[in-house]
């Protein structure tokens, strides 16, 4: 999938996940202690955000992390490499690395990751609710 463009990007350095999926969950939880300087925003890719920003097809796909960055959307390995390039310190160094790995071979582990999350980490009734000190980093 290609990045793209999206015509009015108000917000920059959003995560889009599938709020229901538990891997994508204890990412989220990752990334929110990773991030110290609080530069991430997160929402659902089933949320009214992600149904201004992402296109259709990806939100359909849940498959897909998606990272809103500097006006363009990154999926998938992309979008992961970009998180923590964003993030920076030894992160943004392990992002860098990550995004040097060819595309076709970082999205085959991307993908197979993906289709085996549901069984590895289960599958939540509803999207992850934020805690009073994140509410402000999540978007609907």
């Known amino acids: 999938m290609a990045e793209s463009n ?5 917000t920059d350095s959003i995560v889009f996940f599938d709020g229901v999926c538990g891997l994508c969950s204890h990412t989220v939880d990752l990334l929110l202690r990773l ?4 530069r991430l925003k997160f929402a659902p890719l089933q949320g009214t955000t992600a149904e201004q920003l992402v296109p259709e097809n990806v939100r ?6 998606v990272f809103s ?3 363009k959307l990154h999926y998938r ?3 992961m490499a970009r998180i923590l390039m964003t993030i920076g310190g030894l992160w943004g160094v392990l992002g860098v690395l ?3 790995i060819p595309f076709p071979l ?5 993908r197979i990751v993906s289709r085996l999350r549901y069984r590895l980490f289960g599958k ?4 992850r609710l934020p805690t009073v000190e994140e509410r402000k980093r999540f978007l609907d």
């Not at 359909?60 to 992390?65: K, Q, R």
């Not at 939540?124 to 999207?127: A, D, L, R, V, W």
């Open 98 to 100: 990550l995004w040097l």
């Open 60 to 65: 359909e796909d849940l498959n897909t992390f």
């Open 124 to 127: 939540h009734e509803s999207c």
């Open 6 to 10: 999206p015509q009015s990007l108000d």
């Open 106 to 110: 970082r999205n085959l582990g991307y």
């Open 35 to 38: 991030d110290g300087r609080s």
């Open 69 to 71: 960055s500097n006006g």
């Open 77 to 79: 390995s992309g979008a």
